[in-house]
């Protein structure tokens, strides 16, 4: 079984970046999707990006243009860049794994799920 590993939260002024990531083990391979998902208090989890083994990219509409995610496939890493942060992008960040599509992800399904890491965006 896939095991995901998130690192790179924190604490961050509007406006500022962070950049998550997300190591894999345990059974991954680089044709695996991977994908980012987010949940604030009393919220819902939501999809925030996901990537394909080979490349293609997908965003939710409130994070395209600020977010870039990525996968080196040299160390089964994972990342999110995330640029212009907002106070309403304060939430639990959340890395998942899909052997087979990245379009699946959008609608939250992932075979494996990290632990979860706090992003705070605040003045």
């Known amino acids: 079984q896939v095991q995901l590993t998130e690192s790179g939260g924190g604490w961050v002024q509007p406006g500022g970046s962070l950049r998550l990531s997300c190591a894999a083990s345990g059974g991954f391979f680089s044709d695996y999707a991977m994908g980012w998902f987010r949940q604030a208090p009393g919220q819902e989890r939501e999809f925030v990006a996901a990537?394909?083994?080979?490349?293609?990219?997908y965003y939710s509409e409130f994070v395209k243009g600020r977010f870039t995610i990525s996968k080196d496939n040299t160390k089964n890493t994972a990342h999110l860049q995330m640029n212009s942060l907002k106070p309403d992008d304060t939430a639990v960040y959340y890395c998942a794994a899909k052997g087979g599509s990245a379009l699946v992800m959008r609608r939250g399904v992932a075979d494996a799920w990290g632990q979860g890491i706090l992003v705070t965006v605040s003045s």
């Open positions: 990537i394909g083994g080979g490349g293609v990219t």
